[in-house]
């Protein structure tokens, strides 16, 4: 069975950092990455990450978000610094994405709350 845990989310002051979490469990993912939704919009890309460690980001996000991994763990990580309110939202991570993430793959975690307060 194939799992995808995040963990991390939380309650944060603008111009602040969390990093986020998620584990995978039954299945090694060439590509993994993060997506996230905020209220009222679509799912959108975050950024996602080879197993080789190449990062591909959302253009809106570069500099301030990193996506890391840990091919030995089969974690991912997303760094988020100097977090604005309009990155609220809940943080899906996701496995076997396929071009640079434009396309989604189909194992989804559960999604993690993100809450950036002004």
């Known amino acids: 069975q194939v799992q995808l845990v995040e963990s991390g989310g939380g309650l944060v002051q603008a111009g602040g950092s969390l990093r986020l979490s998620c584990v995978a469990s039954g299945k090694s993912f060439g590509s993994m990455g993060w997506y996230r939704q905020a209220p009222g919009k679509q799912r959108e890309l975050v950024g996602v990450i080879t197993i080789g460690g190449t990062p591909t980001y959302a253009d809106s996000l570069k500099g301030r978000f990193t996506i890391s991994r840990d091919n030995a763990k089969n974690t991912v990580y997303l760094q988020m610094n100097s977090l604005k309110s309009e990155d609220t939202g809940v943080y899906y991570c996701?496995?076997?994405?396929?071009?640079?993430?434009?396309?989604?793959?189909?194992?989804w975690g559960q999604g993690t709350q993100v809450t950036v307060s002004s």
């Open positions: 996701n496995g076997g994405s396929i071009s640079g993430g434009l396309i989604p793959g189909r194992y």
